[in-house]
């Protein structure tokens, strides 16, 4: 089975460097009979994920994990959840909607020093997924919410307070391997 995730600099495996593929390696590794094809820029948006989603179009994977809206939510970008669902539901009729998994922002942690959004902004992104998700019937991997479950969501990000350490891509993983396990049993 192959899949995209398309996405960020989280996506991208942003300051695990020289392991930037550590999304791929730790899904591949727990299913070796996945393929992953990651299609993370850092610091893009949906603005800038419909000028490229050709190139994820052209895998014809068999499911397409969208996972946007970090910088969505940054001041620097100017996008309104509004813009935000509007662009998703483009990328994911694009994609196919019955081929596309969204994923919601992820928690953030907004008292590190190097912070440039505030957690409800980010939560108002977070809201737009899930809706979005309602209202089109696509299915949305909660990414936030299973942050927030772990015992301290704080461990699961660099000192930067937005991007994955080795312990945040551990339950990104396990999280995306339960989707596609979920959608393998359910079609």
């Keep these: 089975m192959k899949i995209t995730i398309f996405g960020d600099s989280i996506t991208n495996g942003f300051g695990m460097h020289p392991r930037n593929k550590i999304l791929k390696e730790r899904i591949e590794e727990k299913r070796p ?3 992953v094809k990651l299609h993370g820029i850092n610091g893009d948006d949906t ?3 419909l000028y490229r ?3 994820v179009a052209a895998e014809n994977a068999d ?3 969208v996972f946007f809206g970090a910088n969505d939510a940054s001041p620097y970008h100017l996008i309104r959840p509004d813009e935000f669902k509007t662009n998703l539901l483009k990328i994911a ?3 196919g909607k019955d081929k596309t998994i969204l994923l919601t922002p992820p928690y953030y942690n907004e008292l590190e020093p190097t912070h440039y959004s505030k ?11 899930l809706e979005l998700g309602q209202t089109q019937k696509i299915p949305v991997l909660d990414i936030f919410q299973a942050m927030t479950e772990t015992e301290n969501p704080n461990e699961l990000l660099r000192p930067d307070g937005l991007h994955f350490t080795e312990k945040g891509y551990e339950v990104l993983s396990d999280e995306i391997i339960k989707i596609i396990e979920k959608s393998v049993n359910n079609g």
């Excluded at 957690?119 to 997924?129: H, I, N, P, T």
């Design 93 to 95: 009729t694009q994609l």
């Design 47 to 49: 603005y800038g994920a």
């Design 33 to 35: 009979t996945l393929d």
């Design 53 to 55: 989603i050709k190139y």
């Design 119 to 129: 957690l409800s902004e980010v939560e108002l992104f977070r809201k737009a997924v």
């Design 63 to 65: 499911l397409n994990f």
